[in-house]
């Protein structure tokens, strides 16, 4: 069902790098370039996509503030900042059952080529 409202968050925060632009927001308001640093291997293109898709779901704000050069800064919202402990409990539970599911999937990899 499309208008299921979880199919639709876990559109959004099933995303491969929306958690970690969460986590790395978590602690305050970061700038793009910030947020490139803290989250290795994501390109400018799919950060900035991210973050729009975070911005459009109300889960972070960004502000412009008129310098030379214009500062943009990232910073989750109240509604964003009720994810972290999800996202921090997935990450804890990923973490301690990692081996386990790696195990099960070479088991499974072993029955399927005979």
């Not at 099933?14 to 969460?22: N, Q, R, T």
Request: charged content about 25%; some cysteine; overall charge neutral.
């Amino acid at each position: 069902m499309a208008a299921c409202p979880t199919r639709q968050v876990f559109a959004t925060i099933g995303d491969k790098w929306a958690g970690l632009v969460v986590n790395a927001l978590a602690d305050g308001p970061r700038r793009h370039g910030e947020l490139r640093v803290r989250i290795a291997g994501a390109s400018q293109k799919m950060l900035t996509q991210t973050l729009r898709t975070l911005e459009r779901d109300g889960l972070v704000t960004r502000t412009v503030t008129p310098s030379v050069p214009v500062r943009v800064d990232y910073e989750l919202t109240a509604l964003g900042h009720t994810l972290v402990p999800i996202l921090a409990a997935l990450k804890s539970w990923s973490e301690s059952n990692i081996g386990e599911i790696l195990q099960a999937r070479e088991d499974y990899d072993a029955r399927e080529t005979v």
